[in-house]
């Protein structure tokens, strides 16, 4: 039986509803809600799960299944999450089942049980790989100081960039209106890197309050990367509530789908009225939320519940 995620008309917003329900599989975000946003490099030492926190979803998902749905591709995530068995990759655009026991940097591609990609080819991915590669450069040469991801499907092709400029710090309001406008202009303008006009099917992605800005080589989003994992946990037949944990728009489109939606705020910069998530909680409190739901025989009980209650924050 496929999993209950809690979507379609009949489900309403009363938080009650949730209260007492069982939680079959969590589904959660890297970047911003199980690595604070303020630690996410394009690289170095520091864009990882904090240990203790590791160490819950290492024991939750002996019990239950736990996934990861993020921006991020394969390659980054592949050994910061070795607790998951579904990675949904690039907003979805690739989705990697793995042996998660065989998890290690060195074993890339080679614990892979299955791999799932949201267009039926590669070729509208290889369409725009190079557009996407000189969209990149321009931005990199207007702002060197900023960080520039490219996001890498495993067949090699660039299917994501993002711009992201938190190392900024306490400069996030002036790069938030000028890099966006900049990658705008860039991607409308009729001589800018494509014959066509506008470039096919890329898909940018702008924020409210996070320090980044996302261009995609096709039309993704998180709610398609959600029914990918679904459809691959059906093959278990685990019955109960999907609990899905994001901090960004990016995550409101899994928000509508899940049983049970907690909002993670990791950074006091960031606005968290524009989630359209049931629940909110600190990051801080994030583990004490695994520990008492894990505790609970993952019962989302009023005592749950109580721990993220959207009311405290707005």
């Not at 030492?45 to 239950?64: C, D, G, T, W, Y």
């Not at 907003?91 to 290690?104: A, D, K, Q, W």
């Not at 711009?163 to 938030?176: A, G």
């Amino acid at each position: 039986m496929t999993p209950d995620s809690g979507s379609g008309k009949d489900k309403n917003n009363n938080h009650n509803k949730h209260q007492n329900r069982k939680v079959a599989a969590i589904i959660s975000d890297y970047d911003g809600t199980l690595a604070p946003t303020s630690a996410i490099r394009s690289g170095g030492s520091k864009n990882r799960i904090p240990e203790l926190l590791e160490k819950l979803l290492f024991k939750i998902s002996e019990q239950i299944p736990v996934c990861i749905l993020s921006s991020k591709d394969y390659l980054f995530l592949h050994d910061k999450v070795p607790f998951a068995n579904i990675i949904s990759c690039i907003l979805g655009i690739e989705t990697v089942v793995v042996n998660r026991h065989s998890l290690s940097s060195s074993s890339v591609g080679k614990n892979l049980l299955s791999r799932h990609l949201l267009v039926k080819d590669s070729d509208s991915l290889g369409a725009n790989d190079h557009i996407l590669n000189n969209l990149a450069r321009d931005v990199a040469s207007h702002f060197p100081e900023i960080d520039i991801g490219r996001k890498f499907t495993l067949d090699g092709f660039l299917a994501g960039v993002t711009f992201d400029w938190r190392n900024q710090k306490d400069d996030w309001t002036k790069y938030s209106a000028l890099v966006p406008n900049h990658v705008r202009k860039l991607l409308f303008s009729s001589s800018s890197f494509s014959s066509s006009y506008p470039p096919p099917t890329l898909n940018l992605q702008v924020y409210a309050s996070h320090p980044f800005v996302d261009v995609y080589a096709v039309e993704c989003d998180k709610g398609m990367g959600f029914d990918c994992i679904v459809k691959v946990l059906s093959y278990h037949s685990t019955m109960g509530s999907i609990l899905y944990l994001g901090d960004s728009e990016n995550d409101n489109p899994a928000f509508g789908k899940a049983g049970i939606s907690v909002g993670v705020i990791s950074d006091i910069r960031l606005d968290s009225s524009h989630l359209k998530s049931e629940y909110l909680i600190k990051y801080d409190k994030l583990a004490d939320l695994f520990e008492l739901l894990s505790s609970s025989n993952f019962v989302f009980s009023d005592k749950v519940a109580s721990m993220a209650k959207r009311e405290m924050f707005l």
